[in-house]
C-alpha cells in the first residue's frame, strides 16, 4: 500500500520548489522486500509530467511501513504541479533482516524524534536518530515525510555526512523547499551499513 502527497511553492525570485513524499507498507506478514524501486512523477495541469525520480527503499520489513522521499523533484518546474503518482517495484522474499545500501548486512537507527521549525531563511527539518548497534555507522542513509493528519504534505532525504558511535544520539535536518512548508508531523527512517 502505498500513501503519497507533496507540496509546491515558489520563492521571492519566481523559482519553484515541490517537497514529496510517500508511506509504503508491506501487505505480507511473513515476507521482506529489498531494493525496493520507488518511482515519483510529477504531473502538470495537462497530464503532462514535470518531473521524474526514483530512490531504493533497500529493506521493507514483514508488516513494516516505512517513508521514502526524493532527494529533488520539480526544481524550477515551469507550471505548479497537480498530482504525484508513485510506483512501487519490488518482490517479496524471505526476511533476512535489514540490508544497507550496498547489499550487506544493515541497520535501521532509532528515530528519537523530529519537527519541522522556523529557521532564519524559512522552515527546518531537525530530527534526531539513535545508533543502537555495537558498532560505528558510517554514512547512514534518511528519509522523512511531512504530516498533516495522515495527509503526506512533503519529504526529504539525504545522508548524516558524520559518523554515528554506538550508543550515541546525533542530530540531523535541513532547510526545507518550498521554505514556507509546515507539518506538524515528521516520520523517518534512517538505514546504515554494518
Known amino acids: 500500500m502505498v500513501v503519497s502527497g507533496f507540496t509546491t511553492g515558489e520563492d521571492s525570485i519566481g ?3 515541490t517537497s514529496a513524499g510517500a508511506r509504503l507498507t508491506n501487505p505480507n506478514n511473513d515476507r521482506a522486500a529489498y531494493d525496493v524501486q520507488v518511482l515519483f512523477n510529477l504531473v502538470g495541469p495537462d497530464g503532462n509530467i ?3 525520480t526514483s530512490e531504493t527503499v533497500y529493506y521493507v520489513g514483514p508488516g513494516e511501513t516505512v517513508p521514502v522521499a526524493p532527494l529533488q523533484i520539480g526544481f524550477d518546474a515551469s507550471t505548479a504541479p497537480t498530482e504525484l503518482q508513485v510506483q512501487v517495484v519490488g518482490e517479496f522474499v524471505e526476511d533476512e533482516g ?3 545500501a550496498f ?3 544493515g541497520a535501521i537507527l532509532e528515530f528519537v524524534g523530529g519537527k519541522i521549525k522556523k529557521g532564519e531563511y524559512g522552515n527546518e527539518l ?4 539513535k545508533n543502537p548497534t555495537e558498532v560505528v555507522i ?3 542513509e534518511w528519509d522523512c515525510i511531512y504530516l498533516q493528519g495522515d495527509k ?3 519529504g526529504s532525504s539525504s545522508t548524516i555526512v ?3 558511535p554506538p550508543g550515541t544520539t546525533v542530530q540531523f535536518g535541513e532547510s526545507l523547499s518550498p521554505d514556507s512548508l509546515m507539518a506538524p508531523t515528521v516520520e523517518c527512517r534512517v538505514v546504515g551499513d554494518l
Do not use: I
Open 50 to 52: 514535470l518531473d521524474t
Open 162 to 164: 558524520d559518523p554515528v
Open 152 to 154: 503526506v504534505v512533503g
Open 98 to 100: 535489514p540490508k544497507g
Open 103 to 105: 547489499g550487506g548486512e
Open 126 to 129: 531537525s530530527a534526531q536518530v
Open 15 to 17: 523559482t519553484r520548489y
Open 138 to 140: 558510517q554514512l547512514p
